[in-house]
């Protein structure tokens, strides 16, 4: 048959020869570099556990808390009767009035010569007063004196320290710059509010106040201070303050009375 008539014959593909088999050193080396390769990854340790608050930064969450309740406190018009519990005597009802105007009132029995005498003690535009009052038994007029100016610290013979937790001492809780520590405390048994308990760091003998137990109520009304001098407790829901405080009686030009009983007098023959 004439060669341009024969059929095509399809050529043959190579035959594809079958994968080789790494044998001999090569065949052992790969595991290890497989196992060294996964040695060299730093294994996952256990979770790093948050570090608990410093007692520092617990201290200053605590003056934090205290000077915005002080600030709040500062800017309360209230009247309140709280019940002062003292070292010794009968327990006293003590009355706060701080008004609109700044001007305040404390009215404290037996704040004067050894408890023998109820007194008044008012900052108003025109100075620092202490009026005496009169007893119960005597029905007479109070009488006032002034004292010294509306922000003159009280004469420490004069001072019966009960009207600072209202007024000054609330400066004091809200500088950051005073010397004072400050960390939570319980509250005292039917006391409601945060306490805290502030000490003084400062090693004058003038401390800017009298360690103790500090408490408020959210809204900033002192619900109790418990200090050397007794421990203040509020005594019942306060009512709003007045415009401006009232003197309890006239000035007049009298001596102020100080809280030390006076001098026994002997008798003449």
Do not use: K
Not at 102 to 108: A, E, L, T, Y
Not at 126 to 135: E, H, I, N, R, S
Not at 145 to 165: F, K, S
């Amino acid at each position: 048959m004439p060669a341009h008539l024969r059929p095509a014959v399809p050529a043959r593909r190579p035959a594809v020869p079958p994968a080789r088999r790494l044998t001999g050193p090569l065949a052992l080396a790969l595991p290890a570099l497989l196992v060294s390769c996964t040695a060299d990854q730093p294994a996952a340790g256990p979770p790093t556990p948050t570090a608990p608050p410093s007692a520092a930064a617990g201290a200053d969450a605590a003056r934090d808390e205290l000077a915005a309740l002080a600030a709040a406190a500062q800017d309360r018009h209230l009247v309140a009767s709280y019940t002062l519990r003292g070292t010794d005597g009968p327990d006293r009802t003590v009355l706060v009035t701080t008004a609109g105007d700044g001007s305040w009132r404390v009215d404290v029995p037996g704040g004067a010569l050894g408890g023998g005498v109820d007194v008044s003690l008012a900052a108003t535009a025109d100075g620092l007063f202490q009026c005496a009052l009169p007893p119960a038994t005597r029905p007479e007029a109070a009488s006032c004196v002034r004292v010294g100016d509306t922000d003159d610290a009280l004469p420490r013979r004069l001072d019966p320290r009960v009207q600072h937790p209202f007024t000054d001492w609330l400066d004091v809780l809200t500088d950051r710059r005073s010397p004072l520590s400050v960390s939570p405390a319980q509250p005292p048994p039917g006391v409601a509010g945060a306490c805290y308990s502030v000490e003084t760091t400062s090693a004058s003998i003038n401390a800017p106040l009298d360690a103790g137990i500090y408490c408020y109520d959210a809204d900033g009304t002192p619900t109790a201070v418990h200090t050397a001098a007794g421990t203040l407790t509020l005594a019942g829901p306060p009512a709003p303050g007045p415009a401006t405080v009232q003197l309890a009686g006239p000035v007049t030009e009298g001596e102020p009375l100080g809280t030390a009983a006076p001098e026994p007098t002997t008798g003449t023959a």
